[in-house]
């Protein structure tokens, strides 16, 4: 009987230390670092840019707004130079002293960038170049207005209205007259 107690004793514990060892090698999850919302992260030089995305109205392609957070951890007011292959580039202005700038949102300043096809769904290598250090690419999403949360921040489209976009006459005046006739007769 005591015999039992200690066998069942030893193989509890070599099961416990056995299931614990896991984490010793099995990679530990919360220690990686990712982007946990819908957009990417890239520092370039001393600049963060944070949870970089692309909008588009889903329609006109030929256009996205960057929503980002930029970041600036120098002690001196730095510009970012913001721009993809072909196209042309925007600059962004950060404050000095860890300031946060918030571009592309209601309040935020407006960096439209154009000279690629922006597609929902896809990525599109933006290039982000300080003033001082080195410059960083990375592929960013392209999101359109479908969530609500971004609805507001796609692009305008500059499209003049055209002909075509007035609505057509319709049939109503005719549908009204009808019923005044048979009530009458």
């Not at 963060?48 to 392609?61: F, I, K, W």
Request: aromatic content about 4%.
């Amino acid at each position: 009987m005591k015999y039992r107690a200690v066998v069942s004793l030893a193989l509890a514990a070599a099961l416990g230390a056995g299931l614990t060892a896991c984490n010793y090698i099995s990679p530990q999850r919360t220690a990686d670092m990712y982007a946990a919302s819908d957009g990417v992260h890239v520092t370039a030089g001393q600049i963060q840019v944070r949870n970089a995305m692309l909008l588009t109205d889903g329609e006109d392609t030929s256009k996205a707004s960057l929503l980002a957070s930029i970041v600036n951890h120098t002690n001196e007011a730095a510009s970012i130079t913001i721009s993809i292959e072909g196209g042309a580039s925007e600059n962004v202005q950060l404050p000095e002293n860890e300031s946060i700038v918030k571009v592309g949102t209601t309040d935020g300043e407006k960096v439209e960038l154009t000279g690629a096809e922006f597609k929902p769904g896809q990525t599109v290598k933006v290039t982000f170049t300080p003033n001082e250090g080195e410059t960083a690419s990375i592929d960013v999403p392209v999101l359109d207005g479908t969530l609500a949360e971004y609805s507001t921040l796609v692009p305008t489209s500059s499209a003049s209205p055209s002909t075509s976009a007035s609505p057509a006459p319709t049939e109503t005046p005719a549908t009204e007259e009808a019923p005044a006739e048979g009530a009458q007769g």
